[in-house]
């Protein structure tokens, strides 16, 4: 079976409020971080134990870095859920609920 990725309504939001960004400044920029993006997650859904562990924010939290943002996922037997993307000098902590820590 062939794992594949998915992007959760968080980081669909997030995807989005990074495109605004772009768009309010390059167009093009916007551009070549959408396909920097689609590329980070083919190589995630290769290599899903590439990424950092960020444990302590979640049991199987992972990320992996673009440009100045993080890309977190977890990894499952049929699917890499990316769970949100967040710019690296965020407070990561400060976006996940306790809920997600159990």
């Known amino acids: ?3 594949r990725y998915q992007i959760a309504p968080a980081a669909s ?3 989005n409020r990074i495109l605004d960004y ?3 400044r390059s167009i093009d920029a916007g551009e ?3 396909d920097e993006f689609e590329r980070k997650c083919r190589n995630i859904v290769s290599f899903p134990n590439i ?3 960020y444990g302590y924010l979640a049991p199987t939290l992972r990320g992996g870095l673009l440009n100045d943002y993080i890309v977190l996922y977890i990894v499952t037997d049929e699917l890499v859920e990316v769970v949100r993307i967040l710019h690296g000098r965020q407070d990561l902590e400060a976006q996940f609920p306790e809920s997600w820590q159990e």
């Open 1 to 3: 079976m062939t794992r």
């Open 13 to 15: 939001r997030d995807l």
């Open 22 to 24: 772009f768009l309010e």
């Open 32 to 34: 070549k971080f959408v």
């Open 51 to 53: 990424g950092k562990s």
